[in-house]
């Protein structure tokens, strides 16, 4: 056999050690591309249930139905609550009728202290007098001038005046806690009114949550509200489905996820619906694995130790197309795939952890 050229042995040489160097890079550098298949179309389903009980007397919507937010999708029987409701009016009613005597009681009460004041006054000046009659009948019944009778009169009238004017002074003081109580009265009227009003609140609530309506746009699911069964505060009635904002929940391995930022492009391809090119971006990475919030989660300090590899959920926001948008189902399965090697785009989160 024919030895080769120097020349020759040493060029099969460095291209093997080359090929060697770029299979051992390719095998020991992370994919530019992350795939899934564990991941699946989610929504923010609303379930809804009544905040009143009742039984159910329109149920306009049906199964699968699209409604915008704001359309009434239940109605349970007003009547109670209409009388309930009539009866708290009566009683803000009756409540501010007590506050309207309340106050013109006090203010009639005005008028009397006002009286009491000046029959004291009155009196007041009727002493003076009586005071200086029975000092000049005192006088002059000393003097030999006058008659021990006339002194007498005048002590007489002068001690009727000064008991009167402690009558008075009494009643003058009676009025005025009279008017303490009544204000205390009108206090009282005022905080039965905002307490009357604070029921009135509660029955229009009450009446107002005989009507179910739409907290968004979506589809119905799973309906089981039927006209004349009776419903509670507990009883599932429908789900809104929010379908125009179905986002992907892809869990990736955590060996995946060295390089994936929020804002990353993301293709998604739909399992039932094979045609559709999807597209997407990370929008964020869960902050615990699916294990960790599972009924039973694993707890590695007790008993025999297996190191599993983990999946951790990332939320994946789908880009505007209208034509796609209303295909995509709740539960569908799809593959992700995340280009980690694109430039991310800002989104709200990523913005927000920046600043």
């Known amino acids: 056999m024919k030895h080769l050229p120097k020349t020759s042995a040493l060029a099969i040489a460095a291209l093997l050690l080359c090929g060697v160097a770029y299979g051992g890079s390719r095998l020991l550098s992370t994919p530019q591309l992350q795939t899934t298949n564990d991941a699946f179309v989610a929504a923010d389903v609303t379930v809804l249930m009544p905040k009143v ?21 239940l109605r349970i029987d007003p009547r109670d609550y209409q009388a309930a409701l009539a009866a708290a009016q009566a009683g803000v009613a009756n409540a501010q009728a007590t506050i309207d005597n309340a106050a013109a009681t006090l203010e009639r009460q005005r008028f009397l202290i006002a009286q009491a004041e000046a029959t004291v006054r009155a009196d007041d000046a009727d002493l003076v007098l009586a005071r200086s009659e029975l000092a000049r009948y005192n006088r002059l019944a000393s003097q030999g001038a006058g008659t021990a009778q006339n002194a007498q009169q005048a002590q007489a009238k002068h001690d009727a005046l000064q008991a009167r004017l402690a009558q008075d002074r009494a009643a003058l003081g009676a009025t005025g806690q009279q008017r303490n109580v009544l204000q ?34 979506g589809v119905i699911a799973r309906r089981s509200a039927r006209v004349g069964a009776h419903v509670g505060p507990a009883t599932a009635l429908m789900a809104v489905v929010p379908l125009q904002q179905a986002y992907v929940v892809a869990n990736f391995l955590e060996t995946q996820l060295a390089r994936v930022q929020p804002g990353q492009p993301v293709s ?72 980690t090697a694109a430039a991310p785009k800002p989104t709200p989160l990523a913005m927000a952890g920046a600043q």
């Not at 609140?201 to 009507?211: G, K, M, N, P, R």
């Open 53 to 73: 009980s009742g039984i159910v007397t329109e149920v306009p919507v049906t199964d699968n139905q699209a409604v915008k937010a704001g359309d009434l999708l």
């Open 184 to 217: 205390t009265q009108l206090a009282v009227a005022q905080a039965q009114l905002r307490k009357a009003e604070a029921v009135q609140q509660q029955a229009a609530l009450d009446l107002s949550h005989t009507e179910v309506r739409a907290p968004q746009d």
């Open 268 to 339: 998604i391809a739909v399992d039932g619906w094979p045609d559709a090119v999807v597209t997407g971006h990370v929008e964020s990475i869960a902050a615990a694995t699916g294990a960790t919030f599972s009924a039973a989660a694993p707890d590695n300090a007790t008993g025999n130790f297996t190191k599993v590899v983990q999946r951790i959920p990332t939320r994946i926001a789908l880009d505007s197309n209208p034509a796609w948008r209303g295909k995509l189902r709740v539960g569908m399965s799809v593959t992700a795939s995340i280009d």
